[in-house]
């Protein structure tokens, strides 16, 4: 059994090619909800749904996000009304928040009603959402040297730039520069069913190449999971979503360095070498392979920039070998 954990766009594209390097049925993915959002009253899970819109084929490659050939009625209508329309739900990706929703409504856990979603859709694989309770990633935005000037209250005037995860990465573009991160709820959190048994048990564990700090991170601050996967360090590969010192997709490399970190593959091995014993990383990051092994995790060079399924696949498989 392989169990990835998994945030959105980096680790869909990962999890369409294991799916293709084993069986579907021998994949469990453990996937961020840190960043599920309630609007109009519909719960939306943008992460469980990207993964499951791109195994299913029937994602938007443009995006990344939402479903291919969608439609925006409903987001036209609600225009009209004067409504928030700045993240957008397709008419059809409507359909998942309602159901999800509804459910919710009705006592089913989200464990459940993921699962219902992903049979709907024919996926063989297991989608687990990290836990079942509410956790949400805040981000506080750095501030403006004005800002800094005047403000005497520090508590107050930091709460105040507080935004909710997709307020920072839809509404603002994430063009914002960030002070700090923190994962609202996360400590009262229960990793969600199946979550620890699927790092126990697995023969092979991926963190897939997310966001270290707004994907993954929110999965290692649910108590039990962090430890869970540092007893597994042996037999855990993580592979980098920063290449040659830019993220892929999204602010990773950004955030990375607004928070501290160096954005770099070295950077990405600070934070995973306790966690995981090898960093797979590009090709355009060969030179840096030796300065990734003196953090202490193996290197592993291959190409990581999944361009199509056959090249996800290939990774895939590359990744099951340096873990046996
Ligand atoms: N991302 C955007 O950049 N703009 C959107 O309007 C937007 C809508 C959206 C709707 C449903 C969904 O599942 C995802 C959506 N995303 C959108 C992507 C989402 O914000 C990000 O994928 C993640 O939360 C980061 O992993």
């Known amino acids: 059994m392989i169990t990835v954990l998994a945030g959105g766009v980096g680790a869909a594209r990962l999890l369409r090619g294991m799916v293709?390097?084993?069986?579907?049925?021998?994949?469990?993915?453990?996937?961020?909800t840190a960043d599920d959002v309630v609007l109009h009253g519909l719960h939306v899970s943008p992460d469980l749904d990207t993964v499951t819109y791109t195994l299913a084929e029937a994602g938007?490659?443009?995006?990344?996000?939402?479903?291919?050939?969608?439609?925006?009625?409903?987001?036209?209508?609600l225009e009209r009304l004067g409504g928030h329309a700045w993240f957008r739900l397709g008419d059809r990706d409507l359909g998942t928040h309602l159901h999800r929703t509804g459910r919710l409504a009705e006592g089913a856990g989200?464990?459940?009603?993921?699962?219902?979603?992903?049979?709907?859709?024919?996926?063989?694989?297991?989608?687990?959402?990290?836990?079942?309770?509410?956790?949400?990633?805040?981000?506080?935005?750095?501030?403006?040297?004005?800002a800094r000037e005047e403000s005497s209250e520090q508590t107050s005037e930091q709460a105040s730039r507080e935004v909710g995860f997709q307020e920072y990465f839809v509404r603002l573009g994430h063009s914002v520069a960030v002070e700090s991160v923190r994962f609202d709820g996360a400590q009262e959190s229960l990793p969600g069913p199946g979550v620890l048994d699927a790092l126990a048990d697995a023969d092979v564990v991926v963190i897939a190449p997310s966001n270290?700090?707004?994907?993954?991170?929110?999965?290692?601050?649910?108590?039990g999971i962090a430890e869970a996967l540092r007893s597994r360090r042996a037999d855990t590969v993580a592979v980098s979503p920063i290449v040659a010192g830019a993220a892929l997709k999204g602010p990773a490399d950004r955030l990375m360095r607004e928070l501290g970190h160096e954005a770099s593959v070295v950077g990405v091995a600070r934070l995973?070498?306790?966690?995981?014993?090898?960093?797979?990383?590009?090709?355009?990051?060969?030179?840096?392979?030796?300065?990734?092994?003196?953090?202490?995790?193996?290197c592993v060079v291959t190409d990581t920039i999944m361009s199509s399924a056959e090249v996800a696949a290939d990774l895939s498989r590359r990744i099951l070998e340096v873990s046996r």
């Open 110 to 146: 989200l464990a459940a009603v993921t699962a219902e979603i992903a049979a709907a859709w024919g996926l063989e694989l297991t989608l687990l959402p990290m836990t079942e309770d509410r956790v949400a990633t805040m981000v506080t935005l750095a501030r403006c040297d004005e």
């Open 20 to 32: 293709r390097a084993v069986p579907a049925s021998d994949v469990t993915a453990i996937v961020n």
């Open 212 to 223: 270290p700090i707004v994907s993954i991170g929110p999965l290692l601050a649910v108590p």
């Open 60 to 77: 938007n490659p443009e995006t990344g996000w939402g479903l291919a050939g969608e439609t925006w009625q409903a987001m036209d209508a």
């Open 272 to 298: 995973y070498r306790d966690l995981a014993a090898t960093l797979v990383v590009d090709t355009a990051d060969a030179g840096l392979a030796d300065a990734v092994e003196a953090e202490g995790m193996a």
